[in-house]
């Protein structure tokens, strides 16, 4: 079977170069084909089965060149995970690979994302060395479409710890009964008496107790195993607690038997029991909680239909969606699911697009209108012709991001994970310290020693601090995606809230981005008409975003093009061309003073448009100055509004734009903004975001077109407009769905809301182990206060994670507007 692989390869400086390269790698086995592009440094191979990478390497590198593997992000979902401890070993254990750059473990999402220059073979040895530490690691070869066997599991692991909860209790109940009830005067049988039967009223216990700590055995196998490998975890505080107060009891047993009946009202069987029951019944909400965190891709899953209607030769056929192919001809009806994206050929309706880009209205679609896959089709019939199908559609694709989003690491995280990754082993090193001391120090007896050494193990565990982050960062995401705002990544989502200072591009982003021509004006003997039909046959060649609207108005007044020879396009200034052997220039002001024609007689006009916020082009050819094309680019109806919602909420409004500064001042006194950057060149609108940063300002960057591209990647947060370019959307850390502005302020608010969130739950997670750890270690008993229980202790433990999974869940009611 023949595959494309894709290799850096450096060392080169020439194209013949590069032809040595390919020639090399031509001649290694296994290889069928060799291309390279110099400009990107990618060597391009098409491979058979026998291909042997080592080789490839070795003899590229024999010829002069390196030749590397590009980074690549590989996905797997982790399986035997209980707390922020096993995600800190299993990122050690692969951080480690030679391979890797990056490794991140989401407990919340069960998932680790790797970042790593490998090759084919690299999950396996990735799963290989994640089984040494006593995980188990599944490759997700595309996420996108796995992620419902994924929930399936999900929900098979909710619906096997419920009855694990159940049959633990049906056990335990009982068994708490007969340990505890006695105490407070509840009735025994006389043959469960402890004072008339203390063999049978301890065998009770040791018989109720073996069935619990079976179907609680994955705490001890995953636990010990881990205690054995070197990296506790929170299975090996609770198989320790467990196993002790198990091992004491049962002694305890074996001398009531013997006859020693002192023993008999010391047992911690039910402790035990009731320890394995909390946890599980904490495991299974934990479960639950998690499974809500990722609602939201979910439910983009379930927009996709499963079958679409495909027209051939006039007939319909309904074929699985996975099955579709770029061309087919898909008929949708009122009421269904729009299968993939693609464009209308054939008929009309409105569709609702309001889980696709948080858009509530519907949108009509007629023939050459783009549909999106997952929308819902509301009134007419249509036919669309497929454009992109299964991972490259932009549901997928939003689908992806969300998911990558939901994986990634907060910066806000890092010292959670930092205590997570020795607060085990410092834990029980506090129970063990605790216990000798209250023995030792304190004149207490070793089942008192016991309870403390227990309740210490029990209650400590990070699952609360390795949940509070991403669990906050899954749900926010989620919310984002639901309402047309992707976030790309946690940081992203984390610093959008500490942004002070915002830079809007003006065409495009704060305006409608479709200008029209509002006034065409003559000079120096020329006509209106004149004018137009030579600025409109130059702009037929152009690419400017102007252009279309020269073309439009010269389409509209049934103006003849004339044919363009030498057209050439000058960054920043216009364009010009030969037109009947004349020279003819057509820009702004800055391009006539190069050519050295005079403008003056325009002074007045000129200023006059600028006042009104419109972009005036000069017109002129080789001899004189012949007139003016005026050109308006209406604002967005929100514009205004967001802008002041912004500066309401203290951030900085700046605007951005290759606009001369009398128009930029005119639309900048419309929309209330004061800070105008004008007549900026593309390449130096990265420039204007490093000098912002430079004054120690936290910049965000909200553009469309490509030539945003590089200050929205320089910024501290790139908002990039869903319409926009997708060199621009690559670019961006925030993407937004809608054209509308609206989007800003849902990032902007949705980040800060997520971010308090986050705080709260590492508040309560630190917080819980700061107070219950010292309650577990007996400091209330020293001044006359209660002992902690370990039942309640093992209770505590779980609810505390519940408890952070619930306030996370609390962003899910949050009201994005």
């Excluded at 569709?351 to 209108?369: A, R, Y």
């Excluded at 310290?433 to 309870?451: D, M, N, P, R």
């Excluded at 690419?543 to 044919?563: C, D, R």
């Excluded at 363009?564 to 037109?579: H, K, M, N, Q, W």
Aim: proline share 4%; aromatic share 6%; hydrophobic share 45%.
């Amino acid at each position: 079977m023949k595959m494309e692989e894709r290799f850096n390869v450096t060392g080169m400086s020439c194209a013949s170069c590069s032809q040595r390269v390919e020639k090399v790698a031509g001649q290694v086995p296994g290889v069928v084909k060799a291309s390279v592009n110099l400009a990107t440094e990618i060597l391009q191979v098409q491979v058979e089965d026998s291909f042997d990478f080592p080789k490839l390497q070795q003899a590229v590198h024999e010829a002069g060149y390196e030749v590397l593997t590009p980074e690549k992000r590989f996905t797997f979902q982790i399986k035997g995970m209980s707390c922020a401890s096993c995600a800190a070993t299993i990122e050690k254990a692969v951080a480690k690979m030679s391979q890797v750059e990056n490794v991140n473990v989401n407990l919340a999402s069960e998932k680790m994302t790797v970042a790593a220059h490998a090759f084919r073979d690299f999950p396996q040895e990735v799963a290989a060395v994640v089984q040494e530490a006593g995980y188990v690691a599944v490759p997700l070869t595309d996420s996108n479409w796995v992620l419902p066997q994924v929930n399936h599991d999900k929900e098979m692991q909710q619906q096997n710890l419920w009855r694990r909860f159940i049959a633990s209790a049906i056990f335990a109940v009982p068994l708490f009964y007969i340990a505890m009830g006695h105490m407070v005067g509840l009735p025994l049988p006389q043959v469960l008496d402890p004072h008339h039967a203390p063999v049978t009223f301890v065998l009770t216990q040791l018989v109720l107790v073996l069935p619990v700590l079976y179907i609680g055995r994955t705490f001890f196998t995953h636990g010990f195993k881990a205690l054995v490998k070197g990296h506790p975890n929170m299975d090996s505080l609770v198989a320790l607690g467990t196993s002790a107060a198990f091992l004491y009891s049962l002694y305890g047993v074996i001398m009531t038997v013997d006859g020693s009946h002192e023993f008999t009202m010391d047992l911690y069987f039910e402790s035990a029991a009731v320890i394995l029951t909390l946890i599980t019944l904490g495991k299974f909400f934990e479960a639950r909680a998690k499974g809500k965190t990722s609602e939201a891709i979910t439910r983009l899953l379930d927009l996709a239909p499963k079958t679409a209607r495909v027209v051939k030769n006039g007939q319909e056929q309904v074929v699985k969606v996975t099955e579709l192919m770029p061309g087919d001809e898909i008929l949708v009806k009122p009421g269904e699911s729009i299968p993939t994206d693609g464009l209308v050929v054939a008929g009309s309706s409105a569709v609702d697009e309001s889980l696709i880009t948080g858009e509530s209205l519907p949108v009509e679609k007629t023939v050459n209108s783009q549909v999106v896959g997952g929308s819902l089709n509301q009134k007419g019939s249509f036919t669309f012709r497929a454009t992109e199908v299964g991972g490259d559609t932009a549901l997928a694709k939003i689908i992806q991001l969300v998911e990558e989003a939901q994986g990634s690491k907060a910066p806000i995280a890092r010292l959670a994970d930092e205590i997570s990754a020795i607060f085990v082993p410092v834990v029980m090193a506090l129970a063990i310290l605790s216990g000798l001391a209250w023995y030792f120090l304190g004149q207490e007896s070793w089942v008192f020693a016991l309870t403390i050494t227990i309740s210490v193990l029990v209650i400590a565990c990070p699952c609360a601090l390795g949940l509070a982050t991403p669990t906050a960062i899954m749900v926010g995401s989620g919310k984002g995606a639901e309402n047309g705002v992707l976030f790309k990544n946690a940081t992203a989502l984390e610093t959008t809230n500490k942004i002070d200072t915002i830079v809007f591009d003006k065409t495009g982003t704060l305006t409608q981005g479709k200008p029209a021509v509002t006034d065409v004006v003559a000079f120096n003997g020329a006509t209106e008409k004149e004018i137009l039909q030579l600025a409109a046959s130059l702009e037929k060649y152009s690419e400017h975003p102007l252009a279309q609207a020269i073309l439009q108005q010269a389409h509209e007044e049934q103006v003849a093009l004339s044919t363009v020879t030498d057209f050439a396009a000058i960054a920043g200034r216009g364009i010009t061309g030969l037109l009947a052997d004349k020279k003819i220039y057509f820009g702004n002001q800055a391009l006539f003073t190069e050519v050295g024609l005079d403008v003056s007689v325009a002074e007045k006009e000129l200023n006059r448009l600028s006042r009104l916020g419109k972009t005036a082009m000069l017109l002129g050819n080789h001899e004189k100055f012949l007139g003016i094309v005026a050109v308006s680019d209406p604002l967005k109806a929100e514009s205004k509004e967001t802008v002041a919602a912004l500066q309401k909420e203290k951030v900085d409004v700046v605007m951005l734009t290759g606009d001369n500064q009398k128009t930029a001042q005119a639309i900048a006194q419309q929309l209330g903004i004061t800070q105008v950057i004008a007549e900026v060149l593309p390449q130096e609108k990265s420039a204007v975001i490093a000098d912002l940063q430079a004054k120690g300002h936290r910049v965000a960057m909200v553009g469309d077109g490509i030539n945003d591209a590089p200050a929205l990647a320089l910024a501290d947060v790139g908002m990039a407009i869903g319409t926009g370019t997708d060199v621009a959307l690559e670019s961006a850390d925030v993407v937004l769905m809608q054209a509308s502005l609206t989007g800003v302020l849902k990032a902007f608010r949705l980040s800060r809301k997520t971010v308090i969130n986050i705080k709260e739950n590492l508040f309560w997670a630190f917080i819980y182990n700061i107070i219950g750890i010292p309650v577990a270690m007996g400091i209330l008993h020293l001044f006359g206060g209660p002992l902690l229980n370990p039942m309640l202790a093992g209770a505590a433990m779980s609810f505390s994670s519940v408890s952070v999974l619930l306030n996370a869940l609390r962003l899910k009611k949050y009201k994005m507007n």
